[in-house]
């Protein structure tokens, strides 16, 4: 039996926990001559995902397993709502705006 797996991208992770833009110049600067700058945070961060992906392992599990519908309806939440974010983002970024032609 086939199964649908729910998946959130780690740039959106990333992007929501505020830390995307460090995490990006820290992997930049690996392969110059200021890495030693790069490794404090990149080690918290390995080792922060380490713990976070067994404590997710069981956790999410759980949830999946006794509240699927609830845990599902969350997660969509969450992208739903992270929208407008990215939104705002993306216009900030650009500085442009969004022109609606085809209506």
């Known amino acids: 039996m086939l199964q649908k797996q729910f998946r959130v991208s780690g740039s959106t992770v990333a992007m929501i926990l505020g830390i ?5 110049y820290s992997l930049s600067v ?29 956790f999410i599990d759980y949830f999946l397993t006794h509240y699927r519908t ?7 939440g969450v992208i739903i709502g992270f929208l407008s974010y990215l939104y705002r983002e993306a216009i900030d ?5 969004l022109k609606i032609k085809h209506i």
């Open 30 to 58: 690996l392969t110059t001559k200021r890495r030693l700058e790069a490794l404090p945070f990149l080690m918290t961060f390995g080792f922060g995902m380490v713990i976070g992906l067994l404590g997710s392992l069981f």
């Open 20 to 24: 995307y833009e460090q995490l990006i």
């Open 70 to 76: 609830q845990t599902l309806t969350f997660f969509i």
């Open 93 to 97: 970024q650009s500085g442009m705006t």
